[in-house]
């Protein structure tokens, strides 16, 4: 089973200050965690992949109907600080174990250490439907 465990950050009422406000030394224990995380997935042969996102204001939104030239915006941007940070897919045996790692990673170190607690989005990726049925 694979499951998307998307990492969001700055959510309202967490406690967490925005990571651009964090020392060095805090970013580099952070990642650090992320680093190591990932490589006992690996290991595990859980991992298929985790990668970090670029911010917000370097999204773009595409729409098309598929004949005229797509529409690229830059916009909206939410009004709050919450974005999502980055994600990690994981092929595990079940739901739990999904929600076991979330969980680590919604533990992962902030300022001085403490724990981020920030949510960690648990959802399954589902396959494409039998084209045949």
Request: aromatic letters at 6%; a negative charge.
């Amino acid at each position: 089973m694979r499951f998307m465990l998307l990492q969001n950050y700055g959510e309202v009422g967490s406690g967490c200050v925005p990571m651009n406000e964090w020392t060095p030394g805090d970013i580099r224990a952070h990642v650090d965690f992320q680093h190591e995380l990932n490589a006992e997935l690996l290991g595990s042969g859980e991992l298929v992949d985790a990668q970090g996102l670029a911010g917000p204001d370097q999204a773009r939104f595409v729409v098309s109907d598929g004949s005229s030239a797509p529409v690229i915006t830059d916009g909206p941007f939410p009004e709050s600080k919450e974005l999502l940070a980055g994600y990690r897919l994981v092929d595990v045996d079940s739901l739990d174990r999904a929600l076991e790692i979330a969980a680590r990673s919604s533990a992962a170190p902030g300022p001085e250490g403490v724990p981020i607690q920030q949510p960690i989005e648990v959802r399954e990726v589902l396959s494409a439907p039998d084209p045949e049925v």
